[in-house]
């Protein structure tokens, strides 16, 4: 009985655990922080590649770097795992971030990637634009390891296009340049390069230049800087390649011992390693080993297919030399059968690679559009703070100015109500002195009066002696006599008592009439008693009246009293603010401020 409460138990407790502790339940849960690394993406590339993408999401997730360096590894992991578009979408992001674009080695290394995307996805065009401004960048920059990068690639796309010879001696150079370099991936370079000019040569039918690139590989197979990050698996793997290219090059040369000891030396090496296998393909071939090509290449067949993966360059691979093979050996309905699916396997490959690329383009575009619209939105809100500073700025600005007009205004509206207070005293004094000079003038009318009086007094006979009046003297400069300022006086007292000024038309001939005046003695009068001329005599009178208006009667139009003063309104507001140095409106504001200040 209680054996069997037991066994109930058990699966409860199982499900409790798988629950509560995933890592438990085959490894889908949550990865420890050993793990979260980029070293370890690098690590299991080739032996868990799953592990290596659980690690890159987890790593994303938890943002563990910034987005150009996440952007930068799962490029880097796309490219290891065949995946080219994917990998160009991520090394681009990472390029158009600010912190790359600020880092010249950072972008030459992203254009360094792009250079293998662009060369696996066969578009010479893309690839050239990256070497130009790889070889741009290293040379200004005088960066060695990146220059050989450049030419090796301008090599490489040479032989392509047909030119061989040239583009085999600019790869070689650019493999001798990098092999002269301290670079941290130098020999992670020189393994891509060596391995590609063993292809090329191979394929060329240089044999002999197949063992010299081979013989340069093999002695950094296992050579580090202890800057490179580990990768599982990766010395047996180039050991196997570097075996079945050596067979290959030893059979064709006609060396058919030493082959034979070569691929005895592959065959030992790792077998789950099979994905290598086509290399020795054509040493196979060559020697009729149908039996081995069988044995090799039908597991994986099988393989492939039961994990669904049928769709791929391996299979395209496989699915070739079982068709060749068939063939050799006379079974040639297999033969045509295993042809046919390669036909359509690259037909679905070909659409499978334009669906990608449309999906890629597609998922590029898309972040494009949200990173433009992010821009946009950035962009906007710097307008915005940069507006708002603006404003800011113009009103602290518009407040100075405020400030500073109006304590100007103060000073001038006190200026103008300390002109208006002198304006009145002058008006006060002047008239004072206008009244004196009217007494003196009577006074001496009435002593004129009585000296007539007196000569008439002594042409009757009487005896009175005439009080004696005696001319004042000359003036020492000019001759000007007593009798002359008296005369002068006389001319102002006349104008100013009936204000003549106030004719408009009032001029020297009108003053002549009233008082005889000899012509050469006219303009000398004013010259020598006002100190001006007779106009300006006159206008100043004019200023001087309207100021005793503007005091007098502030409720007055200025118009009426430019009219009371008799002149024209140009000739008014010129003449005013010459003698006062204010506009004849702010005087009269100021005299009516005056008056409320009670300012006398």
Same mark, same amino acid.
């Given at each position: 009985?209680?054996?069997?409460?037991?066994?109930?138990?058990?699966?409860?407790?199982?499900?409790?655990?798988?629950?509560?502790?995933?890592?438990?339940?085959?490894?889908?849960?949550?990865?420890?922080?050993?793990?979260?690394?980029?070293?370890?993406?690098y690590k299991y590339l080739y032996t868990d590649r799953d592990l290596s993408e659980r690690i890159m999401a987890e790593m994303r997730r938890r943002k563990s770097c910034p987005d150009w360096e996440l952007d930068y590894i799962e490029g880097d992991l796309y490219y290891n795992t065949g995946r080219n578009r994917e990998a160009?979408?991520? $090394?681009?992001?990472?390029?158009?971030?600010?912190?790359?674009?600020?880092?010249? *080695?950072?972008?030459?290394?992203?254009?360094?990637?792009?250079?293998?995307?662009?060369d696996g996805l066969h578009d010479e065009t893309g690839k050239m634009r990256c070497v130009e401004r790889l070889m741009e960048l290293a040379k200004r920059l005088g960066d060695r390891p990146m220059e050989s990068i450049a030419l090796f690639n301008l090599g490489k796309s040479l032989h392509y296009q047909g030119d061989k010879?040239? &583009?085999?001696?600019?790869?070689?150079?650019?493999?001798?340049?990098?092999?002269?370099?301290?670079?941290?991936?130098?020999?992670?370079?020189?393994?891509?390069?060596?391995?590609?000019?063993?292809?090329? $040569?191979?394929?060329?039918?240089?044999?002999?230049?197949?063992?010299?690139?081979?013989?340069?590989?093999?002695?950094?197979?296992?050579?580090?800087?202890? !800057?490179?990050?580990?990768?599982?698996?990766?010395?047996?793997?180039?050991?196997?390649?570097?075996?079945?290219?050596? *067979?290959?090059?030893? !059979?064709?040369?006609?060396?058919?011992?030493?082959?034979?000891?070569?691929?005895?030396?592959?065959?030992?090496?790792?077998?789950?390693? !099979?994905?290598?296998?086509?290399?020795?393909?054509?040493?196979?071939?060559?020697?009729?080993?149908?039996?081995? =090509?069988?044995?090799?290449?039908?597991?994986?067949?099988?393989?492939?297919?039961?994990?669904?993966? *049928?769709?791929?360059?391996?299979?395209?691979?496989?699915?070739?030399?079982?068709?060749?093979?068939?063939?050799?050996?006379?079974?040639?309905?297999?033969?045509?059968?295993?042809?046919?699916?390669?036909?359509?396997?690259?037909?679905?490959?070909?659409?499978?690679?334009?669906?990608?690329?449309?999906?890629?383009?597609?998922?590029? $575009?898309?972040?494009?559009?949200?990173?433009?619209?992010?821009?946009?939105?950035?962009?906007?809100?710097?307008?915005?703070?940069?507006?708002?500073? &603006?404003?800011?700025?113009?009103?602290?600005?518009?407040?100075?100015?405020?400030?500073?007009?109006?304590?100007?205004?103060?000073?001038?509206?006190?200026?103008?109500?300390?002109?208006?207070?002198?304006?009145?005293?002058?008006?006060?004094?002047?008239?004072?002195?206008?009244?004196?000079?009217?007494?003196?003038?009577?006074?001496?009318?009435?002593?004129?009066?009585?000296?007539?009086?007196?000569?008439?007094?002594?042409?009757?006979?009487?005896?009175?002696?005439?009080?004696?009046?005696?001319?004042?003297?000359?003036?020492?400069?000019?001759?000007?006599?007593?009798?002359?300022?008296?005369?002068?006086?006389?001319?102002?007292?006349?104008?100013?008592?009936?204000?003549?000024?106030?004719?408009?038309?009032?001029?020297?001939?009108?003053?002549?009439? =009233?008082?005889?005046?000899?012509?050469?003695?006219?303009?000398?009068?004013?010259?020598?008693?006002?100190?001006?001329?007779?106009?300006?005599? =006159?206008?100043?009178?004019?200023?001087?009246?309207?100021?005793?208006?503007?005091?007098?009667?502030?409720?007055?139009?200025?118009?009426?009293? =430019?009219?009371?003063?008799?002149?024209?309104?140009?000739?008014?507001?010129?003449?005013?603010?010459?003698?006062?140095?204010?506009?004849?409106?702010?005087?009269?504001?100021?005299?009516?401020?005056?008056?409320?200040?009670?300012?006398?």
């Open positions: 009985m209680e054996v069997i409460k037991m066994k109930s138990i058990i699966p409860l407790l199982a499900v409790w655990l798988a629950l509560a502790c995933p890592a438990f339940a085959g490894g889908g849960g949550s990865l420890p922080d050993s793990l979260l690394n980029e070293d370890c993406i160009l979408k991520h $090394y681009n992001a990472a390029l158009e971030s600010a912190h790359v674009k600020g880092n010249d *080695t950072l972008r030459m290394e992203l254009l360094h990637r792009q250079i293998s995307c662009y010879e040239r &583009g085999y001696r600019y790869m070689e150079q650019g493999a001798a340049m990098m092999a002269a370099t301290d670079y941290r991936l130098k020999y992670d370079n020189l393994r891509y390069e060596y391995k590609t000019l063993v292809l090329f $040569y191979e394929r060329d039918g240089r044999h002999d230049d197949v063992l010299r690139i081979l013989d340069a590989w093999e002695e950094i197979v296992s050579a580090s800087t202890g !800057s490179e990050p580990a990768i599982d698996g990766l010395d047996q793997s180039e050991r196997k390649d570097l075996c079945a290219m050596r *067979t290959v090059a030893l !059979s064709r040369l006609g060396r058919k011992a030493e082959a034979a000891e070569s691929y005895r030396q592959f065959c030992q090496l790792d077998k789950d390693l !099979s994905r290598n296998s086509y290399l020795i393909m054509p040493y196979l071939f060559d020697t009729k080993q149908y039996d081995e =090509i069988f044995r090799i290449n039908l597991p994986r067949e099988r393989f492939l297919t039961e994990e669904g993966d *049928t769709v791929n360059y391996y299979m395209t691979s496989v699915l070739k030399f079982l068709g060749y093979a068939y063939r050799d050996v006379g079974d040639y309905r297999q033969s045509s059968a295993y042809f046919e699916r390669l036909s359509d396997l690259r037909d679905s490959l070909k659409y499978r690679e334009q669906e990608s690329a449309a999906q890629d383009y597609a998922a590029l $575009y898309d972040s494009r559009e949200k990173d433009l619209q992010i821009r946009e939105e950035q962009e906007e809100n710097r307008i915005a703070w940069a507006v708002a500073g &603006g404003v800011c700025l113009l009103l602290v600005v518009v407040g100075a100015f405020a400030c500073v007009i109006v304590r100007k205004n103060r000073a001038i509206n006190r200026r103008n109500l300390s002109l208006v207070a002198r304006a009145k005293e002058h008006m006060a004094n002047r008239k004072e002195l206008d009244r004196k000079i009217e007494e003196n003038f009577a006074l001496r009318d009435r002593l004129e009066q009585a000296l007539a009086q007196l000569e008439e007094v002594k042409s009757k006979g009487m005896s009175m002696k005439r009080p004696e009046i005696k001319d004042a003297p000359e003036d020492s400069k000019g001759g000007w006599t007593e009798a002359d300022r008296i005369l002068f006086e006389r001319i102002a007292l006349e104008i100013k008592s009936r204000q003549l000024f106030r004719n408009p038309d009032f001029s020297r001939t009108e003053l002549l009439k =009233i008082i005889p005046v000899p012509q050469n003695k006219f303009a000398g009068l004013f010259k020598q008693f006002a100190g001006t001329t007779f106009t300006a005599y =006159i206008q100043n009178l004019r200023m001087e009246y309207a100021n005793e208006l503007f005091i007098e009667h502030p409720d007055w139009s200025i118009d009426a009293v =430019i009219k009371s003063c008799g002149m024209s309104r140009t000739a008014f507001y010129t003449q005013f603010f010459l003698k006062f140095g204010v506009r004849p409106d702010e005087f009269r504001k100021s005299v009516r401020k005056g008056l409320g200040n009670t300012i006398l």
